[in-house]
């Protein structure tokens, strides 16, 4: 009798052992969800993943092409690797309406940081 019990207790304990790990599945698989949820209603996240797109590397390469490998805010020379890209309506008050790449320009990171949020006409 006391075995039978005994053997009753261990098999409850795998029986949670085996439920405890699919909870974990579960848990991680939602977090994960949750986590890509809301990068794409995150504009700031929404756009760095675009930029890694074959389409935002194409437009990167377009755009640095078309600003012939200049700054659009100090017109001086501009590399490919250190050209980043400026929101010209920023993101913090346009949030995903500002994600369209009518509304990008690359700029030097320090003439990027010097414009900040500030909304600067780029045309000539
Ligand atoms: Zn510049």
Same mark, same amino acid.
């Given at each position: 009798?006391?075995?039978? *019990?005994?053997?009753n207790l261990?098999?409850?304990? *795998? =029986?949670?052992?085996?439920? /405890? ?5 579960i848990?991680?698989?939602?977090e =994960?969800?949750? /986590?890509?949820?809301?990068a794409a ?36 020379p501009?590399r490919?690797?250190?050209a980043?890209?400026?929101?010209? /309506?920023?993101l913090?008050d346009?949030? *995903? ?14 003439c990027?940081?010097a414009?900040?949020t500030?909304?600067?006409d780029f *045309?000539?």
């Amino acid at each position: 009798m006391g075995n039978d *019990s005994a053997d009753n207790l261990v098999k409850l304990y *795998s =029986e949670m052992v085996v439920l /405890l790990k699919q909870e974990e599945v579960i848990r991680r698989e939602t977090e =994960e969800k949750l /986590l890509n949820a809301k990068a794409a209603i995150d504009p700031r996240k929404e756009f760095n993943k675009w930029l890694k797109t074959n389409t935002g590397k194409t437009w990167k390469l377009k755009q640095f092409d078309y600003q012939d490998s200049k700054c659009a805010a100090c017109r001086d020379p501009l590399r490919f690797a250190d050209a980043v890209v400026h929101h010209v /309506l920023p993101l913090k008050d346009f949030g *995903s309406a500002a994600n369209k790449p009518e509304n990008f320009k690359l700029l030097h990171p320090g003439c990027n940081l010097a414009i900040g949020t500030k909304i600067v006409d780029f *045309s000539d």
